[in-house]
């Protein structure tokens, strides 16, 4: 009995021991195959990340090869223009052109809709966080702020990728596009012309662009309160917001113009006068426009007016202005005196790339530091000019501005082929014809409030006096270009900022097309002379009686002081050009003037091309003098002397003594100096004309 006990004991445990075991068997396999169906499903998802990578990849590529395809289209149709003479539509105006066709094709020919299967329509939160992390079953996504969408678009927005994939960040433009234009503006000014005229320059950049900017502001505040009468107003636009809108339409861009006046040969004085202006005002725009958007009055409405807040402002003005100068002379100076004492020149590509590299540095630096990229590196490419470049070997000096012209003029072309791109692939475009008519009519009003008053001003010290010619072509001239565009494409978040960033590109299409198009008529129609030889007008060229004197124009005594210190002290310390510093600083400073100067300065010693051959060396300014001796140079080399102590008594040997020390030292006298402007230009007629004193 005890043992029939046991073995049913001993049955029930085997079978309950076997129960579990096929329980354990079945739950492991269950196990395996929902762990091999969420492998399957996870290689199913890593197959479907990966061709979405391939695709969009395939898609921008596509993208890219949109605008490379624009371009050289641009380019072939330039060639053509070019060849046949038609001088009614420039380069930028048939980019645009271009852009716009391929635009309306991208909007209403092609429709390429977003993969929708997967997208959550709505997600409640309460904040706007720039970075969104969604945990997704146990993953984690990082989801990164775009834009703001209006709730009546909120179906628009999977309506086309291609619309969405050729929007590019506007931060692109200002990084990437934006330096090689302002630094090619600054690189290749002509200093001279400049110079001459550069009182008026200033007036017209800095007076005349805050004017602008006032008077459009002014207007366009006008405008809004009107149409908020009635009822023409969709969302909040303030008083801040006029001032910002007047200072970007402030910012000139006469591309167009200024190269119809350099093939047509117009006045070099009309041409340095538009061009120092939109290089200048330019930097000036877009601190101004930095310094209203950071104008915050204390207190919740930060629309009120308030002195302290504008005084805070007019004072960042000045100090984001200041630093960006700063900052851009700066890196000129460290680049010029590092491809000075080093052996960069015996490596062309090397300096090149160093040349390159720190110029552009110049602008993200500054925008790191809180200024302004525009203005630093504008001032930079002024001073690489003005002495980074005597530094170079020939073969750098040619590759930089070949360089830089070429950066120039595809950046150019794209930001244009862009523009036309952007008035049908842009997806929140803000059309309002009481805004857009009013925003034209101050843009003219605030032009001509820049240009007659300004020149009426400065005709009162001006020798040459601005012609009322002179004027209206540069109240026609007033253009819209790349840097209006860049800065209002790089805020478009808000309704006011969308409306400003549509009335722009209508503003820019108009100045660009009809303006610019209709320059060579505005030059007949004024009876502005073309075909002007600009030696004609060249100051380093002998002429007789009043017309020597008109040439000295806007020579201020100030600008001959800078130019003295500069060619005695900042050119021999810089670059290898000069008079060695061992002869204009004092004695007691030898040891530092002979380790700052280099023997390329010693050996340069007695050749007369100093590079500011080409600025202002006028009657009344500057003669070539040593001691008691005036010293004349013709075109053919030779030196002539004359003194009232060594009147027909100097020797070659003595001049040869005396240019030892002075490497043909520049000095206010009131005679004037005349160099060969270059080797190709014949020597004078009469070998022993001399200058008189």
């Known amino acids: 009995m005890v043992f029939k006990v046991s073995a049913n004991s001993a049955w029930r445990v085997t079978r309950t021991l076997w129960l579990l075991m096929l329980v354990s068997l079945s739950v492991s396999i269950c196990v395996c195959r929902a762990s091999s169906i969420q492998e399957e499903d996870s290689a199913m998802e890593n197959i479907v990340t990966e061709k979405k990578v391939e695709e969009s990849h395939r898609q921008d590529s596509a993208d890219l090869l949109i605008f490379i395809m624009l371009l050289t289209l641009t380019i072939l149709t330039i060639w053509l223009f070019k060849h046949r003479r ?13 852009g716009v066709l391929v635009g309306v094709v991208l909007r209403y020919g092609i429709h390429v809709p977003r993969d929708i299967s997967n997208t959550t329509m709505s997600c409640h939160v309460n904040a706007r966080p720039a970075t969104l992390l969604v945990n997704i079953s146990g993953k984690f996504y990082e989801y990164t702020l775009k834009r703001e969408i209006g709730a009546n678009k909120v179906n628009d927005v999977q309506d086309n990728e291609m619309l969405r994939k050729v929007t590019f960040d506007p931060e692109v433009f200002f990084n990437i596009l934006l330096p090689p234009i302002i630094f090619h503006a600054g690189y ?23 004017v602008s900017c006032f008077v459009i502001g002014l207007l366009m505040y ?27 339409l402030s910012a000139t861009d006469p591309v167009t113009v200024l190269a119809i006046f350099n093939e047509l040969q117009v006045d070099v004085d009309l041409y340095a006068l538009l061009f120092g202006e939109s290089v200048l005002n330019d930097a000036v725009a877009v601190i101004l426009s930095s310094s209203i958007v950071a104008y915050q ?16 402002s007019f004072g960042m003005f000045l100090g984001v202005f200041s630093g960006s100068f700063a900052l851009g002379v700066a890196t000129g100076v460290v680049t010029a005196l590092v491809t000075k004492f080093t052996k960069l020149r015996d490596f062309p590509l090397l300096e090149t790339a160093l040349f390159f590299l720190m110029s552009w540095s110049t602008f993200l630096l500054a925008e790191a530091c809180g200024f302004t990229g525009v203005v630093a590196v504008l001032f930079c490419g002024i001073t690489q000019a003005h002495y980074t470049f005597n530094n170079l070997s020939p073969d750098s000096q040619d590759r930089t501005k070949q360089l830089f012209e070429l950066l120039n003029f595809l950046a150019e072309n794209f930001i244009f082929s862009y523009m036309g791109l952007a008035l049908f692939t842009f997806q929140d475009h803000v059309f309002n014809p009481m805004f857009i008519v009013g925003a034209f009519v101050a843009v003219f009003l605030g032009r001509a409030a820049n240009i ?15 012609r009322s010619n002179f004027q209206h072509m540069m109240m026609f001239a007033g253009l819209r270009g790349a840097m209006t565009f860049a800065l209002s494409i790089r805020d478009t978040a808000t309704y006011a900022r969308q409306m400003m960033f549509t009335t722009t ?16 008529q505005m030059l007949s129609c004024q009876h502005i002379r073309v075909g002007v030889d600009s030696d004609q007008d060249n100051p380093m060229s002998i002429t007789e009686g009043p017309e020597r004197r008109s ?4 020579s201020a005594w100030l600008f001959r002081i800078w130019y003295n210190f500069d060619h005695n002290y900042l050119k021999p310390i810089l670059t290898h050009s000069g008079p060695p510093l061992t002869a204009t600083l004092p004695p007691c400073c030898g040891p530092l003037a002979r380790f700052l ?29 040593y001691g008691d001796i005036t010293v004349s140079t013709d075109a053919s080399g030779s030196h002539t002397s004359s003194g009232p102590a060594f009147a027909g008594a100097a020797t070659s040997d003595d001049l040869d003594r005396e240019l030892t020390y002075g490497d043909h030292e520049l000095v206010m006298r009131g005679t004037r100096l005349v160099l060969p402007m270059d080797d190709s230009e014949p020597p004078f007629t009469d070998p022993h004309h001399r200058l008189r004193m």
């Open 551 to 554: 040439t000295k124009q806007e």
């Open 297 to 312: 009055p204390q207190g919740d409405n930060s629309h009120t007016f308030e002195v302290m807040a504008l005084l805070k």
């Open 452 to 466: 007659y008053p300004l020149s009426l001003l400065l005709n009162l010290g001006r020798r040459n006096k601005i």
């Open 188 to 210: 290749s000014l002509k200093r001279r012309h400049f110079f001459r005229n550069m009182g008026s320059i200033l007036a017209y950049a800095f007076l005349g662009t805050v």
């Open 86 to 98: 038609f001088r009614f539509l420039h380069e930028t105006g048939l980019a645009m052109i271009y």
């Open 505 to 520: 590109l209508l503003v820019v299409f108009f100045t660009v097309w009809i303006c610019g198009g209709g320059t060579t």
């Open 597 to 625: 100067t280099s023997a390329q300065a010693y050996e340069n010693e007695c050749q007369l091309k100093d590079d500011d051959s080409d600025l202002i060396l006028t009657d009344g300014d500057i003669n070539l003098t």
């Open 222 to 248: 006008g405008c809004v309160l009107l149409m908020k009468q009635v009822g023409q107003m969709g969302g909040d636009f303030f008083f801040t917001d006029c001032l910002f809108f007047g200072a970007i």
